[in-house]
């Protein structure tokens, strides 16, 4: 199954969702009026796009329709796709940490696909014939450890591990020495999500930053949270929260197979404006794929895309 076809099977049920409810506001209304755009606006909220997005969506939608004259309802089904792609557009390089010898964290609460996310990613970057180690950092489990081993000797990736309870800033601290000594190209670091306790994570994510800073200044830094779409507007706080004790500079969205959510991706990137970067769309190696937000926007509204057949 090819890349679109596959994020469009994982999308059926938020397509559902919030395209349905889309095309009957379009073909219920005869008129464009302020009860048009209530419905709308409550429609798009419903598919978990965020209250801000949509308020901006909806002006900028109507605006549009101004200036193009639009007096059916149905005409303006491709302006509002055609918004919700600008909302979204960033405008940047959002992979530019490939091409460099960088250093990504993946940080985020427990359970949202952290591990599975840093083996996914190993996967991908070793496609694209990079040398990439992984730092099991999150030391708080045991079962993290031995989770990150598997999926080191699933895709073939060295890792940098100590026992459980040891200091995460030390397994940095060896993984760093690790990459330098065998020229990595990416170092993948997991980490312990532990946002119950906001201090303790901070003074964690510093201290790393630290030891990064002190024995690898020239590396290029990348810091991505993992959210788990399934939880909707939760996953939006979760990255206020963590946004206040780190910078976050891209965003990883897990188990966008088989939720209805998946309209957050929309509002996380065009309230936070911090790039989506990874969508996963399933449990296996190959289920992360990069986000792009026209390609997701055309995959949720059904948009053909010229590379549908690929
Ligand atoms: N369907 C689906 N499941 C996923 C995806 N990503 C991760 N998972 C599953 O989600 C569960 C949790 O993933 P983990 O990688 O263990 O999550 P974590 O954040 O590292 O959690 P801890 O190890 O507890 O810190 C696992 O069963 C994964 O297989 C995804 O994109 N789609």
């Given at each position: 199954m090819g890349l679109f076809s596959k994020l469009k099977e994982g999308l059926t049920k938020t397509r559902n969702n919030i395209v349905s409810g889309i095309d009957s506001v379009f073909s219920g209304f005869s008129k464009i009026d302020d009860d048009f755009y209530d419905e709308l606006e409550e429609t798009l909220i419903m598919g978990d796009i965020g209250v801000r997005a949509t308020e901006e969506i909806i002006e900028d939608l109507k605006e549009k329709v101004k200036e193009n004259k639009?007096?059916?309802?149905?005409?303006?089904k491709h302006l509002l796709i055609e918004t919700i792609k600008e909302k979204m557009n960033?405008?940047?390089?959002?992979?530019d940490f490939e091409n460099k010898q960088s250093i990504v964290m993946l940080i985020g609460?427990?359970?949202?696909?952290k591990t599975t996310s840093v083996g996914k990613l190993a996967g991908l970057l070793k496609a694209q014939n990079k040398k990439v180690i992984m730092a099991?950092?999150?030391?708080?489990?045991?079962a993290a450890i031995e989770q990150l081993t598997e999926w080191s000797k699933r895709t073939g990736t060295d890792i940098i591990a100590q026992s459980e309870g040891s200091d995460p800033a030390a397994v940095i601290f060896d993984a760093v020495a690790a990459a330098k000594a065998r020229n990595a190209d990416v170092l993948l670091c997991d980490t312990a999500g532990r946002l119950h306790n906001k201090k303790n994570l901070m003074e964690e994510l510093k201290k790393i930053d630290r030891v990064i800073e002190r024995s690898y200044p020239e590396a290029y830094r990348e810091n991505l949270i993992v959210l788990d779409a399934t939880t909707g507007q939760n996953a939006l706080s979760q990255l206020k929260e963590f946004s206040e004790v780190t910078n976050i500079t891209g965003i990883i969205l897990t188990?966008?197979?088989?939720?209805?959510?998946?309209?957050i991706a929309v509002a996380i990137q065009a309230e936070m404006?911090?790039?989506?970067k990874y969508i996963g769309v399933?449990?296996?190696?190959?289920?992360l794929q990069k986000f792009d937000s026209d390609v997701f926007v055309n995959a949720l509204f059904d948009v053909k895309e010229n590379n549908d057949e690929q």
């Open positions: 639009i007096k059916q309802p149905e005409e303006c960033l405008g940047e390089n959002a992979y609460v427990n359970g949202v696909g099991a950092a999150d030391t708080f489990r045991a188990k966008m197979d088989g939720t209805a959510k998946g309209g404006g911090i790039p989506v399933g449990e296996q190696v190959e289920d």
